[in-house]
């Protein structure tokens, strides 16, 4: 900062001073002087504490013990800058020449505290004649010229609060190595610091002019920041207070240690979304802190996007405006990685979903709009091509638009949402035309045994923190209907022609159905399927959680419906992944002989009514005549004692 190169300064004249007319003075006059420099430098109170040491040659340098700087006087958070010691050496010989060049200069703990008062003064404008407040060129060339060789800043500390906002930061664990051979020429540097809450980040490079940043113009740099789990790297436009235009490359290997580093601990993202990370872009950077990238290049795991990006990140929580597109998108891996541990070789159908908690923070990340076209998208086991997304972020809650979406031979519209605000839960409504059941229902299930294609809706609502949790949470609605189409394992025509229970395939002309959701579970009670000759109504449940089926098929030839034919129900019942088809044929007796009981009973009710001669009344059942005749005959009995 431009407070710290003007006490460089006076401390420089300090040794001048020393070369020139006190090498005679003891150490402690000489320190007076630069105290006296110091302060009429920066307007502010020095007090140096220790012996103070003097070298003549071939350095000329002094030594100090621990340093001590005033605060500005409305600051009530101590010194601005104490330090443990202080070390600085010119060349004697360049001095002699008329040349000012710093061999050295050495600062031990440097303990700094910067602060912003409520009124917006800030601690380091120093206020003095002459000097212009950090960060702002003062109009004038600068008096003494430096060079330096080397600056060493070990164990450094800066405290930053804004009284106005209430923010507050801290930097631990400070060093700089400064090499800076001539004033208006480049400068390299390696820098090391701990922020509040974070890791240990490096910065190295190399600035263009390091007097023009100073003086509050404009350089170049090209610099790379490091931190546990990857690199930043710029080379372009530099200035102060932060104003960056120049192109941006990053390389993560692990993307939640790098920002962890950076004291954003715990984020999880899912494979497929920048576990591993790269990108280069044209970055424009104001000191209002927003942020562009143009020409954006980026890698998140095996996925690559092309685009442009906009981050206010200024505000609280970042707010991104981004446009990108892409070729295949694949995040089959990051509900892969759920589903791990919960099934074999035989796929998703086969074992229960997985209950490893789902790490949602990264809906909490930023808020804005994302604007997504891709020529393919993988994700949740499904495969899409030709998508066209719109992801809106508002407060953790996510909420994804599917513009355009093909697959599966048809298209798919409505939107899906992710709120993370009081735990995730997830919902959504959908509607799909046209779409082949047989790879759909694959993917997504591991059913296979229905083909042909169909329209549906779907509206669902679910929470908890893992997949087994949302699955066995399901509610909501949603309708099927195909035109034709074959389910497989089971022959319908062959078992209601010829009453063979063999396996085969069925063919439909249509099927329809409509269907609730409560608690992981689907119900449908009006499924009705038509073949050319047989139609079949069904029931039953499907457990989307418990990943079971337990429904029942009733089929029925043209003729049963007026008594000629047969009715033969079939069960299916089981897992997903391998379940019983049977003929349920306690049903299908039921069913069948349901007009020969009828029959029967009105025969013994005939009968029963000549026995008892009881009479025919439309609408009375024989239970209430018969209970009728016994009352008359009763009564009539009692008369008759009584008489």
Not at 48 to 76: C, F, H, K, M
Not at 110 to 121: A, K, S, T, W
Not at 155 to 180: C, E, I, K, M, N
């Amino acid at each position: 900062m431009a407070w710290l190169f003007r006490i460089l300064s006076a401390l420089v004249v300090m040794v001048v001073i020393c070369g020139v007319a006190l090498l005679m003075l003891p150490g402690d006059r000489i320190a007076q002087v630069a105290v006296d420099q110091i302060r009429a430098q920066t307007g502010r109170d020095v007090v140096l504490r220790g012996q103070t040491t003097v070298s003549y040659y071939p350095v000329l340098g002094v030594s100090t013990g621990a340093v001590e700087i005033a605060n500005a006087d409305w600051s009530e958070a101590g010194p601005m800058l104490v330090a443990d010691s202080l070390k600085l050496g010119v060349d004697l010989m360049s001095l002699i020449g008329g040349d000012v060049r710093i061999t050295g200069l050495e600062m031990v703990n440097p303990q700094v505290v910067l602060e912003i008062g409520r009124d917006g003064r800030a601690n380091w404008e120093l206020g003095v004649d002459g000097v212009a407040p950090s960060g702002q060129p003062s109009g004038v060339s600068t008096a003494l010229a430096l060079s330096l060789d080397r600056a060493l800043i070990t164990g450094g500390r800066v405290q930053f609060t804004d009284h106005a906002s209430g923010a507050r930061h801290q930097v631990d664990d400070l060093s700089l190595d400064l090499r800076w051979p001539q004033y208006r020429g480049a400068a390299q540097l390696a820098l090391a610091a701990r922020p509040q809450g974070a890791g240990l980040i490096s910065l190295t490079g190399e600035i263009g002019n390091l007097a023009a940043l100073i003086e509050g113009e404009g350089t170049t740099a090209n610099l790379e920041a490091q931190a546990n789990g990857g690199t930043l790297g710029y080379d372009g436009g530099f200035a102060m207070p932060l104003d960056l235009d120049g192109r941006l490359s990053v390389n993560l290997t692990d993307t939640g240690a790098f920002l962890a580093a950076l004291g954003l601990p715990g984020v999880d993202l899912p494979p497929g979304l920048g576990r591993q990370a790269s990108a280069t872009a044209d970055l424009r950077l104001t000191p209002a802190m927003d942020l562009s990238l143009r020409r954006l290049a980026l890698t998140l795991d095996q996925n690559s996007l092309d685009g442009a990006v906009d981050v206010a990140l200024g505000q609280d929580v970042p707010m991104v405006n981004a446009t990108l597109s892409s070729g295949l998108i694949d995040l089959s891996t990051a509900t892969a990685s759920q589903d791990a541990g919960g099934t074999g070789g035989s796929g998703v159908a086969d074992a229960g979903w997985s209950q490893a908690p789902i790490d949602a923070s990264a809906l909490g990340l930023f808020n804005g709009r994302i604007d997504l076209t891709a020529t393919g998208l993988r994700v949740a086991g499904l495969s899409f091509a030709d998508a066209s997304l719109t992801i809106t972020v508002d407060r953790s809650r996510a909420v994804v638009a599917l513009n355009r979406l093909s697959g599966y031979s048809g298209g798919m519209s409505g939107q899906v949402v992710a709120n993370n605000r009081n735990g995730l839960s997830v919902g959504g409504s959908l509607r799909a035309t046209s779409v082949e059941m047989e790879s759909l229902l694959n993917d997504l299930a591991g059913i296979d045994r229905f083909t042909g294609k169909a329209d549906t809706d779907l509206e669902f609502l679910s929470s908890g923190n893992s997949l087994h949790a949302i699955m066995n949470g399901l509610s909501g609605k949603g309708s099927l209907s195909m035109a034709r189409g074959t389910i497989k394992g089971i022959d319908l025509d062959s078992l209601m022609r010829e009453g063979l229970a063999t396996g085969g395939t069925t063919v439909f002309d249509s099927l329809s159905a409509s269907y609730t959701m409560e608690n992981g579970n689907l119900f449908n009670s009006d499924l009705l399927l038509r073949l050319p000759v047989i139609s079949a109504s069904g029931e039953g449940r499907i457990g989307l959680g418990a990943r079971d089926i337990d429904y029942l098929f009733t089929p029925r030839t043209a003729s049963a419906d007026s008594g000629g034919g047969v009715v033969i129900p079939v069960r299916i019942r089981g897992p997903w992944a391998d379940p019983r088809i049977w003929p349920d044929m306690e049903k299908a007796i039921d069913l069948n002989l349901k007009a020969e009981k009828e029959q029967a009973r009105q025969a013994v009710e005939d009968k029963i009514r000549d026995e008892l001669n009881l009479p025919t009344n439309e609408g009375q059942s024989l239970e209430d005549a018969a209970k009728e005749k016994l009352e008359t005959e009763i009564l009539k009995g009692l008369g008759r004692l009584l008489r």
